[in-house]
Structure formats: structure tokens, C-alpha cells
């Protein structure tokens, strides 16, 4: 059996994105149609001083 090699590559964001703005951004009817889309999580850390 052979083995496959696959190139690992990092994730990038393009020169002057405005990450969250373009993260904020919905998919249109016609993007979801197609899957050209990615599923969006956001998670923000919320501390409390508990004293």
C-alpha cells in the first residue's frame, strides 16, 4: 500500500483583511447553494473577578 504525502500548509489571510469584519460576513443564498462556505465559531473568554 502506498502512502499519500500531503503538502501541510498553514491557513492565511490575505494583506488588509479585516479579519472580523469578513469573519462577521454571511454566506449568500447562492454561496450556500453551492457549499462555498465555511462554518464560523467565535469564542471569547469571559473572566470574572470572583472576589
Known amino acids: 500500500m502506498r502512502k499519500k504525502h500531503f503538502k501541510k500548509e498553514e491557513a492565511t489571510v490575505a494583506p488588509g483583511m479585516n479579519d472580523q469584519e469578513e469573519l462577521d460576513e454571511s ?3 447562492e454561496e450556500i447553494r453551492k457549499g462555498e462556505y465555511t462554518s464560523v465559531t467565535t ?7 470572583p472576589s
Open 43 to 49: 469564542m471569547s473568554w469571559d473572566e470574572v473577578d
Open 27 to 29: 454566506a449568500t443564498e
